[in-house]
């Protein structure tokens, strides 16, 4: 996560490159100052692809996670806790993501906290980075209380763990116990007939793109596939096109199945906006104004 938001906690117009000043790539800080959501996000991106790529110059090809990936919730004050509007949250969110996404990087999404309040956030070193809070459920979900219940023994813990309450059935998703679920609940691979050259969500757009290199022609039974989140895909609204080859899409089970030729090939999925997350062709001036409101903005005489 961005350090500046998570020490702010707030989103700012302007970040700073911490790992190229500590491995001295500019002659002074003040270099390193990245300026607006793009510059920011293209940051973050950039400092994920120099990690993978010291660990891969000096311990070799080796598995690289980022175990802690989330943003403070409670930033702007908790603005968001007080009138229920969350782009600031979706905002962060989405930035991290970008910049995973861009860095081909695995990750945990942290934290998912079931006792998460206003007050205390997740309990714990006055952090507040929980996914999911009681105190944020939309007034119409249906999703139902979970209350603690006592001691865990044998009995309760083999009980929670053996039950399966996830289901694949679109009526049942009830997104609005979850904070800012615009941003992480996302499209992904899942599995590929090729290597990935490049993949990602456009979350303003709600546009997912896969590009990937394929040694062969794809298996019938192996064919390339996505999860699609009917949140953002609902098959009725989702428009798809392919370089090449044959799609289909069981929203059933929010998976995109995809056959393709050899070479590199390229599939783009289109769904539909649930919110207009950002302004068409938003300049920095308009990103201060809807940051900042009117005291960010300045007139001059």
Request: charged letters at 25%.
């Amino acid at each position: 996560m961005s350090g500046f938001v998570l020490i702010f906690v707030r989103n700012r117009l302007w970040n700073i490159d911490v790992l190229g000043v500590l491995r001295g790539r500019y002659l002074t800080p003040a270099f390193a100052i990245k300026i607006g959501e793009t510059a920011i996000r293209n940051c973050l991106r950039d400092q994920l692809l120099a990690m993978k790529k010291e660990g891969l110059d000096n311990i070799g090809v080796t598995p690289c996670v980022f175990t802690e990936i989330g943003i403070p919730y409670d930033m702007d004050d908790k603005y968001a806790y007080k009138t229920g509007d969350f782009i600031s949250q979706i905002h962060a969110m989405d930035a991290n993501h970008y910049a995973l996404e861009g860095a081909q990087a695995d990750f945990t999404l942290w934290v998912y906290t079931i006792s998460n309040n206003h007050i205390w956030g997740d309990n714990w070193n006055g952090e507040d980075l929980s996914i999911y809070s009681a105190e944020d459920r939309d007034p119409n979900s249906t999703a139902s209380d979970f209350k603690l219940s006592g001691e865990v023994d044998r009995d309760n813990l083999k009980r929670a763990m053996t039950r399966n309450t996830m289901s694949t059935d679109i009526s049942r998703t009830d997104f609005q116990v979850t904070r800012a679920y615009e941003a992480f609940v996302r499209p992904s691979a899942v599995y590929t007939k090729g290597i990935i050259i490049e993949s990602g969500f456009d979350l303003a757009n709600a546009t997912f793109k896969l590009k990937l290199a394929a040694d062969k022609v794809t298996d019938e039974a192996w064919p390339t596939e996505m999860f699609m989140p009917p949140f953002h895909f609902p098959k009725a609204e989702t428009e798809i096109k392919v370089s090449g080859g044959k799609w289909e899409y069981d929203d059933e089970r929010s998976v995109l199945r995809w056959w393709h030729m050899d070479g590199e090939q390229e599939i783009k999925v289109k769904g539909v906006g649930r919110r207009k997350i950002w302004g068409e062709n938003e300049g920095y001036l308009e990103m201060v104004a809807r940051n900042y409101g009117t005291w960010g903005q300045c007139l001059i005489m």
